[in-house]
């Protein structure tokens, strides 16, 4: 009876642990998964899975990537952070603050795009950015809103002590902005091309203005890749041909446009109109050129001091330094000893070589 | 012997009773300990003491931006959220719920449109809600009556329903009204069913106010643990978590301690 007891107590801990322990192994595998969200610098990654460019690359190195969307951005970075995924589609800020903050050491493969207007600022009655003091500004806190609304706020000297945050599901803008008790809020595509339209709606500042800050990226378990290279030029693979093929000039080019358009809720033009305010990097040598100019240390250090100021570094974090940042020529801005989050040219640069 | 008929010694009847809590502590403990072996910066399933701190962040220490202690604000914003939609639930449900039970008229006028208000999913509102009126407190409040409110009527006009015949036509041969019968025969036995079916929806209450402060709010218990999650805050919501069921136990058996105290009668007649 007692030994009965210690067993069925020791399978039911192995079980918790069997549930709770789950991590991304780091061997050289051939099976892996990567998570992605609708947004327009992202939806050519559900379109390479429909249209098979995803297999077609996997096969070629001998390998399998499984694709899956996720609804709630959040939850495919949480999924990743948690070992579940191989990649993420996220930007260089929740990048920052999310899986290198929770300690899994990430590399960017893959500089997709920058905002070039995609996320915006919006008040009513009023003109003028200036007017958003005393405000109650609606937005997703600690997202790339908040971040944007700190920076608009900087260029007109104000800080966040003159307005307060309330924080808002990103489903909810567009009908929340229709309410009378919202007269300022933060949002991003393809909330923005709604808002743009809504009667009193008037854009006060938008990414554009930020140029190049607010980074999309395709990134990777750092111990992942560097056991299995074949699987960052897989996705490189994938990704610059997806690229060449939705900014072609083609009827293929319009077919795949309006097919991520439908993916994301909107129609062909639509999603063109969310591309031009979008900084897409078709071409390799250009995604390697900008991840390689000293402008990156300039936008990181912006953004960590960000995410220091709002705790959202390390909990004990005393500095903006607790966490290396790498960079593609081995700078490291931050602890040395840390280093969680890093900007790797290496598959960029194969693909602009054709080396893939 | 059957397995039904098995006597616990009072020794095994303790040890199984906290057995399940054990085993969910004992897991929990060798899986963070595993996690944080591979990487010490987890988060997914914290070590006790990062628990422990982040307890003193939230509630013994002032945030550095607005200087409030933030458990205790979260708290406050959430608690008069929920009182104020149980107390508006609880007034309804006593008023309508008394008139469906007892009077024809508004059986007829109320009933069917009462089941079948209950039936709508109040989450599957929201969005009306937040539009009409508004991302302030009165969406929230609207949304836990809603969600509460139908099924505290129902529950109530059953009870009412259901008193003995009898009761009532002896109330009426000694002359008495309907206002005296109301006041006399049926709020007596009404109102700690009230209380009881109050205590059942404290669950569902929680719900709907968890869900509304996750669409929008600056404070709040639900607020800060979906803000939290932006970032994987387990130590953050683990203790938010349990706070919250803490505080509808409490509430629960504040409640019935209440009613006991209120109506003894009605201990009498449970056999309790």
Redesign the interface.
């Known amino acids: 009876m007692k030994t009965n007891r210690r067993m069925t107590?020791a399978a039911?801990?192995a079980?918790?642990?069997l549930?709770?322990?789950q991590?991304a192994v780091a061997q050289e595998k051939t099976d892996f998964k990567v998570a992605w969200s609708i947004y327009v610098g992202w939806m050519p990654w559900g379109h390479a899975a429909d249209a098979g460019i995803v297999d077609k690359w996997a096969d070629k190195y001998g390998i399998s990537i499984e694709v899956t969307q996720f609804n709630d951005y959040?939850e495919s970075i949480?999924q990743y952070?948690?070992g579940g995924y191989d990649a993420v589609t996220l930007t260089n800020m929740d990048g920052l603050?999310?899986p290198a903050?929770?300690?899994?050491d990430t590399t960017a493969v893959i500089v997709g795009d920058f905002s070039d207007g995609n996320d915006a600022v919006f008040i009513k009655d009023g003109n003028a950015l200036a007017d958003i003091a005393g405000r109650d500004v609606?937005l997703v806190?600690?997202?790339v809103s908040h971040y944007l609304l700190s920076r608009a706020l900087d260029s007109v000297g104000m800080s966040?002590q003159d307005v307060?945050?309330?924080?808002?599901?990103d489903p909810?803008m567009v009908?929340?902005f229709?309410?009378?008790?919202?007269t300022a809020m933060v949002t991003w595509n393809p909330m923005v091309s709604e808002i743009e339209t809504l009667p009193g709606a008037v854009k006060v500042f938008d990414s554009a203005q930020i140029e190049g800050e607010i980074i999309d990226l395709m990134v990777a378990n750092t111990d992942v890749l560097s056991d299995n290279p074949k699987f960052g030029q897989a996705l490189a693979g994938i990704w610059y041909e997806t690229m060449t093929l939705m900014t072609s000039d083609t009827p293929e080019g319009a077919a795949a446009r309006a097919a991520m358009g439908a993916a994301s809720g909107t129609d062909q033009a639509g999603f063109e109109a969310q591309m031009a305010a979008t900084k897409l990097f078709a071409d390799p040598a250009e995604a390697v050129a900008f991840t390689a100019s000293s402008d990156l240390a300039g936008t990181m250090n912006l953004v960590r001091a960000f995410l220091f100021d709002k705790?959202?570094l390390?909990?004990?974090a005393t500095s903006e330094d607790a966490i290396g940042i790498e960079l593609p020529d081995g700078t490291i801005l931050g602890d040395t000893a840390n280093v969680?989050f890093r900007f790797d040219t290496t598959f960029m640069q194969m693909a602009a070589d054709g080396a893939l | 012997m059957r397995l039904i008929n098995q006597q616990l010694s009072p020794v095994a009847a303790t040890a199984l009773k906290f057995a399940p809590f054990l085993?969910l502590i004992?897991?929990?403990l060798?899986?963070?300990s595993?996690?944080l072996a591979?990487?010490?910066?987890?988060?997914?399933?914290p070590a006790l003491t990062?628990i422990a701190?982040?307890v003193d962040?939230m509630a013994f220490t002032p945030d550095?931006?607005s200087g409030d202690y933030l458990l205790w604000t979260d708290t406050w914003s959430s608690l008069k959220r929920l009182a104020a939609g149980l107390g508006i639930s609880t007034a309804l449900a006593l008023v309508i719920g008394v008139c469906i039970g007892i009077l024809p008229f508004f059986r007829a006028l109320l009933a069917p449109f009462v089941s079948f208000v209950s039936m709508v999913p109040p989450l599957a509102l929201l969005?009306i809600l937040?539009?009409s009126m508004?991302?302030?407190e009165t969406s929230k409040i609207a949304l836990i009556v809603i969600g509460v409110a139908p099924i505290m009527i129902r529950d109530l006009a059953q009870t009412v329903l259901a008193l003995p015949r009898e009761q009532i036509v002896k109330a009426e041969t000694l002359s008495a009204s309907s206002w005296l019968i109301a006041l006399r025969i049926v709020l007596p036995q009404a109102l700690p069913r009230l209380l009881g079916s109050l205590r059942l929806q404290l669950g569902p209450a929680f719900l709907f106010l968890i869900a509304a402060e996750?669409?929008?709010?600056?404070s709040g218990l639900g607020?800060r643990i979906?803000?939290v999650?932006?970032?994987?805050?387990m130590?953050i919501i683990f203790p938010y978590v349990a706070w919250i069921t803490f505080l509808a136990a409490s509430a629960d058996f504040g409640i019935d301690r209440f009613r006991r105290w209120l109506f003894p009668w009605s201990q009498l007649e449970a056999g309790r």
């Open positions: 107590l039911l801990a079980l918790g642990v549930g709770f322990g991590t959040v949480n952070t948690a603050s999310i903050a929770g300690g899994v609606n806190e600690f997202s966040e307060k945050v309330i924080n808002t599901a909810d009908g929340a229709q309410t009378d008790d919202v705790g959202l390390t909990p004990g969680k | 085993v004992l897991a929990y060798l899986g963070s595993l996690r591979e990487n010490p910066n987890d988060k997914l399933l990062s701190d982040a962040l550095r931006r969005p937040f539009i508004g991302l302030g996750a669409i929008s709010a600056d607020y979906f803000l999650r932006r970032y994987l805050s130590d």
